[in-house]
């Protein structure tokens, strides 16, 4: 399964010329550094590949369908593209939402025997289905796979971990979560069968996690404004930090995605802005600001139509931006 953007011939949109704040400038990486910082090495003044522009909101504050009971945080969109797939955290369901149309098809609870859970990620998966990680009350998190229409088809997680607070599924399906009870990364099958576990490079909480086509880990470092870039197995193949030095680094990085191309995706919340790399880790520049209608994104998901989707700290919609590559 694919995470990103295809190019879409039937759209129909003009987008506007990039803003001038789209250009990056580059700084060496100290080779003492055992991470290497690859977003600095890339050379002055890379134009943008690629043009935004906003499109409209997704969601409101409520109960009913479509409504959000507080932040929304976590979201994917299905593999055609039409499809968003919701968590509702505080109304313990998740929101199945026409793109098109922006009218709620369906929700479903994410209760499961003997508790309920309290979705903190989901992903879908090859064939649709849809994997959720669902945290209970008490720290005990299961792997909940889910029907399309929300019919659960079987759960585990008890046993591989503890206390799942970031959860990730890569395109061969391997379910990669952030451990925090054992400050481990887990990854998984989507059976439940374990296949691999190592440290966290990230020392305090990691609240998201997102996988590449080749099935390397991005862990955001929210306090130390990085983002760790590991290979499938654990080892480190560098960070990611915006080139130009102290005021041009991320100031709390958060959610992160990759396109179909790899391409990377990150959050700057304290900046109100978007950050792109390319798929070796270099720096493209900020796509979107606050000027672009942005203010502290904090969780952000690619669609294959052409669509960015991004949710703001404390905000119960989301916000969606079209997106064309040049």
Same mark, same amino acid.
């Given at each position: 399964m694919n995470y990103g953007i295809h190019d879409n011939p039937n759209c129909d949109d003009i987008l506007p010329p990039p803003p001038s704040h789209l250009m990056s400038?580059?700084?060496?990486?100290?080779?003492?550094?055992?991470?290497? $910082?690859?977003?600095?090495? $890339?050379?002055?003044?890379?134009p943008i590949q690629g043009l935004v522009d906003y499109k409209y909101e997704i969601g409101s504050s409520g109960r009913g369908p479509g409504q959000f009971g507080g932040w929304v945080q976590y979201f994917c969109v299905s593999e055609d593209g039409r499809t968003l797939y919701a968590c509702d955290s505080f109304n313990k369901r998740i929101q199945i939402i026409s793109l098109p149309d922006r009218k709620c098809k369906h929700s479903f609870t994410t209760t499961m025997p003997q508790?309920?859970?309290?979705?903190?990620?989901?992903?879908?998966?090859?064939g649709g289905n849809v994997c959720v990680n669902c945290v209970g009350y008490d720290g005990t998190s299961k792997i909940g796979?889910?029907?399309?229409?929300? $019919?659960?088809?079987?759960?585990?997680?008890p046993g591989l971990i503890g206390q799942s607070l970031a959860m990730t599924v890569d395109?061969?399906?391997?379910?990669?979560?952030?451990?925090?009870r054992r400050m481990r990364i887990t990854m998984m099958s989507k059976n439940g069968e374990g296949i691999n576990s190592f440290m966290n490079p990230v020392k305090d909480d990691s609240l998201r996690i997102c996988s590449n086509s080749r099935g390397d880990i991005l862990v955001p470092d929210h306090l130390k404004n990085v983002v760790w870039w590991l290979d499938e197995r654990g080892a480190p193949k560098g960070k990611?930090?915006?080139?130009?030095?102290? &005021?041009?680094?991320?100031?709390?990085?958060?959610?992160?995605?990759?396109?179909?191309?790899?391409?990377v995706f990150v959050c700057d919340v304290g900046n109100h802005g978007i950050v792109k790399f390319d798929s070796e880790g270099h720096c493209c520049g900020r796509i979107l600001s606050k000027s672009?209608?942005?203010?502290?994104?904090?969780?952000?998901?690619i669609s &294959?139509?052409?669509?960015?989707?991004?949710?703001?700290?404390? &905000?119960?919609?989301?916000?969606l931006f079209g997106y064309q590559r040049q």
């Open positions: 400038v580059g700084l060496e990486v100290e080779e003492e550094d055992p991470y290497e $910082q690859i977003g600095r090495k $890339q050379q002055f003044e890379i508790y309920d859970y309290c979705a903190r990620g989901i992903a879908v998966l090859r796979i889910f029907t399309p229409d929300g $019919q659960l088809v079987h759960n585990f997680g395109p061969m399906d391997r379910i990669t979560v952030v451990d925090r990611l930090i915006p080139p130009g030095g102290p &005021k041009a680094s991320f100031t709390y990085p958060g959610g992160v995605a990759v396109d179909a191309n790899d391409s672009d209608s942005l203010w502290r994104p904090h969780d952000i998901s &294959k139509r052409g669509h960015l989707l991004i949710s703001e700290v404390s &905000k119960t919609f989301i916000k």
